[in-house]
Protein backbone atom coordinates (compact mmCIF):
# COMPACT_ATOMS: atom_id res chain seq x y z
CA UNK A 1 0.00 0.00 0.00
CA UNK A 2 2.31 2.73 -0.90
CA UNK A 3 2.37 6.05 1.00
CA UNK A 4 -0.29 9.24 0.22
CA UNK A 5 -1.21 12.31 1.76
CA UNK A 6 -4.73 11.38 2.92
CA UNK A 7 -3.82 8.15 4.57
CA UNK A 8 0.06 9.51 5.58
CA UNK A 9 1.56 5.67 6.34
CA UNK A 10 2.95 3.65 3.64
CA UNK A 11 2.61 -0.41 4.22
CA UNK A 12 4.17 -3.45 2.78
CA UNK A 13 3.86 -7.32 3.57
CA UNK A 14 6.52 -9.75 3.83
CA UNK A 15 6.54 -13.42 4.20
CA UNK A 16 9.03 -14.62 6.62
CA UNK A 17 11.13 -17.49 5.40
CA UNK A 18 12.85 -17.86 9.15
CA UNK A 19 11.12 -18.17 12.39
CA UNK A 20 10.12 -14.68 14.09
CA UNK A 21 12.75 -13.91 16.78
CA UNK A 22 11.65 -13.01 20.27
CA UNK A 23 9.44 -11.33 21.36
CA UNK A 24 6.95 -12.57 18.63
CA UNK A 25 4.96 -15.66 20.23
CA UNK A 26 2.96 -16.85 17.17
CA UNK A 27 1.73 -20.75 17.10
CA UNK A 28 3.65 -22.83 14.61
CA UNK A 29 1.76 -22.04 11.45
CA UNK A 30 -0.32 -25.33 10.31
CA UNK A 31 0.50 -26.82 6.83
CA UNK A 32 -0.53 -24.45 3.88
CA UNK A 33 0.06 -21.37 6.10
CA UNK A 34 3.04 -19.12 6.75
CA UNK A 35 4.46 -16.41 8.26
CA UNK A 36 3.91 -13.21 6.92
CA UNK A 37 4.90 -9.64 8.42
CA UNK A 38 3.09 -6.59 8.09
CA UNK A 39 5.49 -3.57 8.14
CA UNK A 40 4.59 -0.12 8.48
CA UNK A 41 5.94 3.51 7.83
CA UNK A 42 4.24 6.94 8.02
CA UNK A 43 3.22 10.41 10.12
CA UNK A 44 4.13 8.92 13.99
CA UNK A 45 1.10 10.35 15.19
CA UNK A 46 -0.74 7.96 12.39
CA UNK A 47 1.66 5.18 12.97
CA UNK A 48 1.36 4.85 16.82
CA UNK A 49 -2.71 5.04 16.93
CA UNK A 50 -2.35 2.06 15.02
CA UNK A 51 -0.26 0.34 17.82
CA UNK A 52 -0.97 -1.69 21.14
CA UNK A 53 2.77 -2.33 21.98
CA UNK A 54 6.34 -1.08 22.25
CA UNK A 55 9.25 -3.31 21.32
CA UNK A 56 12.20 -2.24 23.14
CA UNK A 57 15.01 -4.51 22.81
CA UNK A 58 12.92 -8.10 23.54
CA UNK A 59 10.14 -6.95 25.33
CA UNK A 60 6.90 -6.39 24.17
CA UNK A 61 5.53 -3.29 26.39
CA UNK A 62 1.86 -1.79 26.21
CA UNK A 63 1.58 1.60 24.82
CA UNK A 64 0.30 4.12 27.12
CA UNK A 65 -0.09 7.70 27.55
CA UNK A 66 3.45 8.51 28.71
CA UNK A 67 4.65 7.12 25.50
CA UNK A 68 2.58 8.69 23.22
CA UNK A 69 3.26 12.13 24.99
CA UNK A 70 6.98 11.43 25.16
CA UNK A 71 6.83 10.38 21.12
CA UNK A 72 4.59 13.72 20.73
CA UNK A 73 7.01 15.76 22.49
CA UNK A 74 10.20 14.33 19.92
CA UNK A 75 8.57 14.80 17.03
CA UNK A 76 7.40 18.71 17.92
CA UNK A 77 11.21 19.00 18.99
CA UNK A 78 12.23 17.35 15.62
CA UNK A 79 9.68 19.29 13.67
CA UNK A 80 10.49 22.44 14.77
CA UNK A 81 14.46 21.77 13.86
CA UNK A 82 12.88 21.66 10.47
CA UNK A 83 13.07 17.68 9.78
CA UNK A 84 10.58 15.12 9.43
CA UNK A 85 9.39 12.36 11.69
CA UNK A 86 8.72 9.12 10.47
CA UNK A 87 7.02 6.07 12.53
CA UNK A 88 7.61 2.49 11.98
CA UNK A 89 5.46 -0.25 13.41
CA UNK A 90 4.86 -4.03 12.68
CA UNK A 91 3.32 -7.27 13.75
CA UNK A 92 3.73 -10.68 12.62
CA UNK A 93 0.43 -12.91 11.98
CA UNK A 94 -0.14 -16.16 10.07
CA UNK A 95 -1.74 -16.78 6.55
CA UNK A 96 -2.39 -19.04 4.07
CA UNK A 97 0.53 -19.75 1.81
CA UNK A 98 -1.08 -18.94 -1.21
CA UNK A 99 -2.57 -15.98 -0.14
CA UNK A 100 -2.54 -13.08 -2.36
CA UNK A 101 -3.35 -9.73 0.05
CA UNK A 102 -5.77 -7.17 -1.26
CA UNK A 103 -5.84 -3.83 1.09
CA UNK A 104 -9.36 -3.32 0.88
CA UNK A 105 -10.41 -7.18 1.84
CA UNK A 106 -9.68 -6.61 5.35
CA UNK A 107 -6.94 -9.48 5.95
CA UNK A 108 -4.00 -7.20 6.66
CA UNK A 109 -3.72 -6.43 10.54
CA UNK A 110 -3.74 -2.70 10.52
CA UNK A 111 -4.23 -2.48 14.57
CA UNK A 112 -2.59 -3.86 17.35
CA UNK A 113 1.07 -3.57 15.80
CA UNK A 114 4.14 -3.02 17.77
CA UNK A 115 5.92 0.37 17.51
CA UNK A 116 9.79 0.11 16.63
CA UNK A 117 9.94 3.74 16.77
CA UNK A 118 10.71 6.84 15.01
CA UNK A 119 13.57 9.02 13.16
CA UNK A 120 14.28 12.12 11.86
CA UNK A 121 15.31 12.88 8.65
CA UNK A 122 16.69 16.30 6.97
CA UNK A 123 14.35 16.72 4.23
CA UNK A 124 15.34 20.21 2.88
CA UNK A 125 13.81 22.18 0.28
CA UNK A 126 14.59 21.65 -3.35
CA UNK A 127 17.16 23.88 -4.26
CA UNK A 128 15.25 25.76 -6.67
CA UNK A 129 12.24 26.19 -4.49
CA UNK A 130 13.85 29.73 -2.93
CA UNK A 131 14.45 31.31 -6.51
CA UNK A 132 11.49 30.31 -7.65
CA UNK A 133 9.75 31.72 -4.63
CA UNK A 134 11.82 34.87 -4.78
CA UNK A 135 10.74 35.09 -8.55
CA UNK A 136 7.20 34.97 -8.07
CA UNK A 137 7.48 37.61 -5.26
CA UNK A 138 9.43 39.92 -7.77
CA UNK A 139 7.27 39.43 -10.18
CA UNK A 140 3.89 40.60 -7.42
CA UNK A 141 2.37 37.15 -7.90
CA UNK A 142 1.12 36.03 -4.25
CA UNK A 143 2.29 32.53 -3.71
CA UNK A 144 0.57 30.21 -1.82
CA UNK A 145 2.04 26.82 -0.86
CA UNK A 146 -0.51 23.64 -0.24
CA UNK A 147 1.47 20.80 1.73
CA UNK A 148 0.63 17.85 3.42
CA UNK A 149 3.24 17.89 5.36
CA UNK A 150 3.09 18.50 9.29
CA UNK A 151 2.50 22.16 10.59
CA UNK A 152 5.67 22.58 12.21
CA UNK A 153 7.37 21.45 9.24
CA UNK A 154 5.78 23.58 6.86
CA UNK A 155 6.87 26.41 9.05
CA UNK A 156 10.35 25.63 9.34
CA UNK A 157 10.52 25.14 5.81
CA UNK A 158 8.76 29.08 4.89
CA UNK A 159 11.59 30.16 7.41
CA UNK A 160 14.60 28.56 5.69
CA UNK A 161 13.40 30.01 2.05
CA UNK A 162 12.85 33.30 3.78
CA UNK A 163 16.35 33.10 5.58
CA UNK A 164 18.17 32.02 2.13
CA UNK A 165 16.81 35.20 0.19
CA UNK A 166 16.70 37.67 3.45
CA UNK A 167 12.68 37.90 2.62
CA UNK A 168 10.00 38.64 5.65
CA UNK A 169 7.35 36.46 6.41
CA UNK A 170 5.32 38.90 8.28
CA UNK A 171 2.62 38.38 5.20
CA UNK A 172 2.92 34.34 5.98
CA UNK A 173 -0.20 32.89 7.06
CA UNK A 174 -0.57 29.02 7.81
CA UNK A 175 -3.83 27.13 7.46
CA UNK A 176 -3.22 23.51 8.77
CA UNK A 177 -6.06 21.09 8.87
CA UNK A 178 -7.68 21.17 12.19
CA UNK A 179 -8.23 25.16 11.02
CA UNK A 180 -9.41 24.60 7.86
CA UNK A 181 -11.67 21.44 9.26
CA UNK A 182 -12.88 23.61 12.02
CA UNK A 183 -11.82 21.27 14.65
Known amino acids: ?????VRRFQLIVARCLAEPQPPCDLPPPADGQCVFAVMIKGA??????????????EELLDVNEELVSDCQAAW??????GRRVIGFAWKHFIAATDTRF????????????????????????????AMAIKQCKDAGVKVYMITGTSFLLFISF???VAHIFAFSVLHCI????????GK
Do not use: W
Open 158 to 160: VIT
Open 44 to 57: PEVVLRKCKYIQIN
Open 102 to 129: NVYDGELPQSELVFLGMAAIMDPPRDDA
Open 76 to 81: EHYGNE
Open 1 to 5: MPFNS
Open 174 to 181: ALHGKIIN
